[in-house]
């Protein structure tokens, strides 16, 4: 079964720091990883999706990595801004299914 | 819409009631979801539709959760007999295609509770 942790549950920076967020998988037969950002009170936004063929994918100030064999993907945040406070979720998809395995998310706080 | 819809946005009912919660994916869109999400964990899968049939509802909880989208647009996920368990927020989501690597766009989702 395949299960997803994210680590560490919260973090609060100062502004401008740069950041990694951490997410481990079980189950190494992945199809694709996504990686969320969720605002207090509304749904999911997906920031960056890697392929299982990919090692990362970058959107601007965010870069997403991708380990497959040792289960492991980080989000990384440059100069982190007040605006990015939110809590991010990975979630992976397995070939056979169209379900995402979401983890718990990390509550990041980006104090000014 | 421009948006995944979903009403209403909160929801209250006692145990053993009946509810139906509705969502309106983006329009065009090809594949439903839903998930629901307790307090501090990720979202759970509960059902998949491809157009108007469900081709994955293994993670709906038991039988008095049903959902349904019967045109392949709007669709709603009804719960018989309310338990205080079932209080959670159940988000919907959409995406442009049925392929593995369709990003999916989710709705503001319904925040259900039950008293």
């Known amino acids: 079964k395949q299960e997803v942790t994210q680590i560490p549950a919260a973090l609060s920076v100062p502004e401008g720091e740069n950041l990694v967020l951490n997410c481990s998988f079980t189950?190494?037969?992945?199809?694709?990883l996504q990686w969320f950002r969720q605002d207090p009170g509304k749904g999911l936004t997906s920031l960056l999706l890697i392929q299982s063929s990919q090692r990362e994918q970058t959107s601007g100030r965010l870069n997403a990595s991708l380990d497959k064999s040792s289960g492991r993907s980080t989000l990384y945040i440059a100069a982190s801004q007040p605006g990015d406070s939110a809590t991010y979720l990975c979630a992976v998809r397995r070939g056979s299914s169209y379900k995402l395995i979401f983890g718990s998310g990390t509550r990041l706080l980006v104090r000014p | 819409g421009a948006g995944v819809s979903q009403t209403p946005s909160n929801k209250v009912t006692e145990k053993g009631k009946y509810v139906e919660l509705r969502c309106d994916p983006i329009s065009g869109h090809t594949a439903l979801y839903w998930y629901r999400q307790s307090l501090g964990q990720g979202p759970e899968f509960l059902i998949y539709f491809q157009g108007t049939g469900a081709a994955d509802d293994s993670g709906l909880p038991n039988d008095r959760f049903f959902a349904v989208r019967p045109e392949g647009s709007v669709s709603t996920l009804k719960i018989q007999c309310t338990e205080r368990g079932d209080s959670a927020v159940y988000l919907c989501?959409?995406?442009?295609?049925?392929?593995?690597?369709?990003?999916?766009?989710f709705g503001q989702g319904t925040r259900l509770t039950v008293v």
């Open positions: 989501a959409s995406s442009a295609s049925t392929g593995l690597s369709s990003v999916a766009f």
């Open positions: 189950d190494s037969a992945i199809y694709n």
